[in-house]
């Protein structure tokens, strides 16, 4: 029997305005056998960097000079739509993380986040899996999809494509429920939420679970409030 080969660390770009910002965070990742295979001080270098370098992941600090971390989130996953892009903030609930999200990031990082945190990030969302828990995403998403001038009608999504079932179970994966806890709900096997799951990311074009929720919220399956 062929031995399983070990999983290959995800290649990381760095993008932060601030130099002690990204020479610590190099010397985390690689201490931890992580690449770091480059790093950029703004988002247009951000942009640059990892059409060239094509990482696996990119810590993306939000506000930079020239363009920021949004735009340039953007731009990266228009053009690399397998690299997976973790935001750098210093407020947990800040607004642009959701805005962020709503672009595709697979979740956010303080930037005081700890050694061993920042290594277990990065290799969860290099595996293509979203950092953010549900819940966590679900408060972020409650807090500013109220403010946003967005309505259901605005959403260019059509969830006519997914059976009934799958609308039942988008529409709790925007209440924040794992797997486990849609398996419960629906009396459903594990398995079988799984599936359901990928069909839907498949059909709508979603990421991960962090985008599931966020798409949730702006076609009105979920109000923010709603249990």
Do not use: W
Request: charged share 25%; hydrophobic share 45%; with cysteine.
């Amino acid at each position: 029997m062929t031995a399983k080969a070990p999983e290959r660390s995800p290649r990381v770009l760095i993008a932060d305005d601030q130099t002690l910002i990204r020479t610590g965070f190099r010397l985390i990742l690689t201490a931890r056998g992580i690449e770091v295979v480059g790093e950029a001080a703004d988002g247009a270098e951000a942009v640059s960097a990892a059409c060239e370098l094509r990482p696996d992941v990119v810590l993306m600090d939000i506000r930079m000079p020239a363009m920021d971390g949004l735009e340039a989130t953007r731009r990266i996953l228009e053009r690399i739509p397998d690299c997976r892009v973790l935001m750098l903030t210093t407020f947990d609930l800040d607004r642009y993380v959701y805005e962020a999200l709503s672009l595709g990031a697979s979740g956010f990082l303080l930037k005081d986040v700890t050694p061993e945190h920042l290594a277990a990030a990065v290799r969860l969302v290099g595996t293509g899996d979203a950092l953010l828990a549900p819940q966590i995403t679900r408060r972020l998403v409650e807090r500013y999809a109220a403010e946003t001038e967005r309505t259901p009608e605005a959403v260019p999504v059509d969830l006519a494509v997914l059976t009934p079932r799958e609308r039942e179970v988008l529409t709790l994966l925007g209440r924040g429920l794992s797997n486990t806890e849609l398996a419960a709900e629906l009396t459903l096997s594990e398995a079988t939420v799984k599936s359901h799951v990928a069909r839907i990311f498949a059909k709508l074009g979603l990421r991960d679970r962090a985008q599931a929720v966020v798409l949730a919220y702006e076609t009105g399956l979920v109000r923010p409030g709603a249990r």
